[in-house]
């Protein structure tokens, strides 16, 4: 079984009626009407990396001859899923409660109008006074300070404003992706879990790689704010 | 240094519900209604992102434990030394993308193996700290919302990644070598 399987997979994956999964061509167009359900246009990104995960573990789980791994991790990890979600009800309904008091008393305001100059350059299309701003800063707070359960929910409030502003569309606004992009390589002051697995580990001077991380995390944050802006004006509306 | 960091972290949330609180409460907020209704859209909020967490940590749960990533690690270690990138340090940057939990396990193992104050364990630990979960946090915020069309978002955020490793092994050659 082995060697076929090596052999056969790549094959299958580059067979053309699978093609319409990865990217679109004109060559590839014929093929895409006659699969129900394949839209016109750009090809989620996501469809691509999730598909590749999945097969690529199913494939060298069939070669070392234990399927049983792929069973067993899909639905342990399916439950884990669940789990962390219902364990975030709490976090959730905590951090958007104190939220909504500091909303109220108009806490997130004065934030929203200290930092305006620095909003209304990362996140022009959004009016400084709307709520989606006050989540937004909330949410890169709580990512700086480090406060790792505060950033979802303020983070999942931010995209509901947005989405509002979005106008409820199936596609990103371009603040959403600025918005994703600072928190995927979001600037942390002091990395506490790191901190602490090397002060369990005995380390000398837990410390000293705040340093290095926080140089590391400036670069790819500006660097992507950078990308970000430029694919906003090459991507277009599109 | 320590001491500062973890007085910082002990004290950030309760000082912060405290002022929260009495300064909505001095300027005539209803504090617990208010509090009720804002705790409210936590549910709908956390369960609308279930299928999302389904999905995505079915996918990374299946590659990690089939070892895709030593398949990696083993056919690319020449390529790595040539770019003088420690071929140990490779299941690191590759999974911290896609799920946090899978990284610190690898962060904590390749300390524990190497020690914390060897280069590798400080490059780990510089890795480990200067990005987040790409993945996890595209699919998460915008599954909560409904968006399908990611644009470039996926491509930046990765890229945003491979810049931060990058940065993250000049430093530690710069700084610790």
Known sequence: ????????????????????????????????????????????????????????????????GKPEIVTQAALQASQGAVKYALELIGVMSFWLGIMKVAEEAGLIKILARLLKPFTKLLFPSIPSQHPAMGAILLNLSANILGLGNAATPFGLKAM??????????????????????????????????????????????????VGTTLFATTVGMSVALIIDRIMRKKWGRG | M??????????????????ILLFAALRGVKVYECFIKGAEEGFSLAVRIIPYLVAMMMAVSIFRQTGVLQL?????????????????????????????GGALGITAEIINTHGPDSFLGRLASTMQGSTDTTF??????????????????????????????????????????
Request: hydrophobic letters at 50%; glycine letters at 6%.
């Open chain 1, 1 to 64: 079984m082995n060697p076929y399987v090596v052999r056969f997979v790549p094959f299958f994956l580059f067979f053309k009626p699978m093609c319409p999964l990865f990217y679109n061509s004109r060559l590839h167009n014929k093929f895409k009407k006659e699969i129900p359900g394949a839209k016109e246009g750009r090809t989620n990104m996501m469809n691509f990396i999730w598909l590749f995960l999945i097969l690529s573990g199913c494939v060298l789980a069939a070669y070392q």
């Open chain 1, 160 to 209: 509901e404003e947005m989405q509002k502003l979005n106008k409820g569309q199936e596609k990103a606004s371009e603040a959403m992706c600025t918005f994703l992009v600072m928190n995927t390589s979001c600037i942390t002051l002091i990395p506490t879990m790191v901190i602490g697995l090397r002060l369990s580990a005995g380390s000398q001077n837990p410390t000293e790689i």
């Open chain 2, 2 to 19: 320590i001491q500062a960091v973890q007085q910082v972290s002990r004290w950030a949330v309760p000082v912060l519900i405290f002022f």
């Open chain 2, 72 to 100: 990696f690690t083993k056919y690319g270690e020449n390529i790595f030394e040539a770019l003088s990138i420690p071929p140990d340090i490779i299941p690191l940057a590759l999974m911290r993308p896609f799920s946090g």
């Open chain 2, 136 to 177: 996890f946090i595209l699919t998460v915020y915008f599954g909560s919302v409904g968006i399908k069309k990611y644009r470039y978002s996926v491509a930046v955020g990765l890229l945003a990644d491979l810049i931060s490793f990058i940065a993250a092994i000049y430093i530690c050659n710069l700084v610790f070598m």
